[in-house]
């Protein structure tokens, strides 16, 4: 308790950094927002309609004006009104959120799926010529970027099958589950296949060194059968560093899948925040980045609390 007590104290000392950075970034780029937004038309409007504009969107004023304005609407839950979209900036991002999850949370499970059993085989099998094998495919998957397997995935439906993968507007899994799958299996099929190299990697050296401890052997002299003491033995204590790996990744697919889903057309987090640096959107940047700061130190928060679900010899209380 007095771990997680200690880590939702510097939550808002997190979010306040985050908070500073995000806010000179983005005005540190070139241009302003109302001529993003409006584009040649912007040069047909009146010094008095261009200063309307701006207070309205509360850009009118100095950058300490603007932070302490913006950081009080935060405070209360306002963050602020996007220039691309007229709308309240939560509203914006609570609308292209749940795509994002759940094609990081999809993105998760098929590495899970492939990469687990591929480095329990790796390691059950050291020095083997299939564990080389594996070595040698997780070395190129960490080594290539997401979005070629994206476009590789294209170019193979598109020219092997003739088909294209479904896009366009969002489908809920609730509303169209077959529609919802169709859309998002390839672009999480995507991620899930870059993801799956490291958890093949973490996986299979977390395996090597917990095969080599001394309540394996022990198990193994006892005459248990080979596959509970790989799947119910050694297989929980590898999983540490693996969840530990997730946590971190699933960070970086809620703020990082820009390039996938611009590849698939996605109306996904990272594309809207793309979309938003490019309009000079500052409300709605500042917004998606603390959201996604906001759930990366949630979901690392969880991984920690997992750690005692996994091996209860750790106690959250004693660490740093």
């Known amino acids: 308790?007095?771990?997680?007590?200690?880590?939702?104290?510097?939550?808002?000392?997190?979010m306040l950094g985050v908070s500073v950075l995000v806010f000179v970034a983005i005005r540190l780029v070139?241009?302003?927002?109302?001529?993003?937004?409006?584009g040649t038309e912007a040069g047909l409007l009146t010094p008095e309609q261009k200063q309307a504009l701006s207070?309205?969107?509360?850009?009118?004023?100095?950058?300490?004006v603007q932070y302490g304005r913006w950081l009080s609407g935060v405070i209360?839950?306002?963050?602020?009104?996007?220039?691309?979209?007229?709308?309240?900036?939560?509203?914006?991002?609570?609308?292209?959120?749940p795509l994002t999850l759940e094609l990081a949370c999809f993105s998760v499970v098929i590495a899970l799926v492939l990469g687990l059993p591929l480095g329990v085989f790796a390691a059950t099998r050291a020095g083997r010529g299939s564990d080389l094998s594996v070595r040698i495919f997780a070395m190129i998957g960490q080594s290539t970027p997401s979005f070629v397997f994206g476009l590789g995935i294209i170019y193979i439906l598109s020219a092997g099958f003739g088909i294209l993968p479904a896009m366009g507007?969002?489908?809920?899994?609730?509303?169209?589950?077959i529609g919802n799958l169709s859309q998002l299996f390839f672009p999480a099929l995507t991620l899930g296949l870059?993801?799956?190299?490291?958890?093949?990697?973490?996986?299979?050296?977390?395996?090597?060194?917990?095969?080599?401890?001394?309540?394996?052997?022990?198990?193994?002299?006892?005459?248990v059968a080979r596959r509970n003491v790989i799947w119910r033995h050694a297989l929980p204590n590898a999983l540490i560093p693996v969840i530990t790996l997730c946590g971190v990744e699933f960070g970086y697919l809620l703020g990082g899948a820009v390039l996938v889903e611009q590849i698939f057309a996605l109306p996904g987090l990272g594309r809207m925040?793309?979309?938003?640096?490019?309009q000079r959107d500052y409300a709605l940047v500042q917004g998606a980045v603390l959201f996604v700061a906001l759930n990366f130190m949630i979901v690392n928060l969880i991984v920690d609390l997992a750690y005692v679900a996994l091996d209860p010899r750790i106690r959250l209380g004693s660490r740093s």
């Open 194 to 223: 870059s993801f799956t190299a490291s958890v093949t990697r973490i996986s299979r050296s977390a395996m090597l060194d917990v095969l080599s401890d001394d309540y394996v052997r022990t198990a193994r002299s006892k005459g």
């Open 273 to 278: 925040t793309l979309e938003a640096i490019l």
């Open 55 to 64: 207070a309205y969107f509360g850009i009118d004023q100095g950058w300490l």
């Open 1 to 14: 308790m007095t771990y997680l007590l200690r880590r939702l104290v510097t939550f808002p000392l997190v």
């Open 76 to 97: 209360t839950g306002n963050l602020g009104l996007s220039v691309t979209y007229g709308k309240p900036v939560l509203e914006v991002i609570l609308q292209r959120f």
């Open 30 to 38: 070139p241009g302003d927002s109302i001529t993003a937004m409006l």
């Open 169 to 177: 507007d969002y489908v809920p899994l609730t509303q169209d589950p």
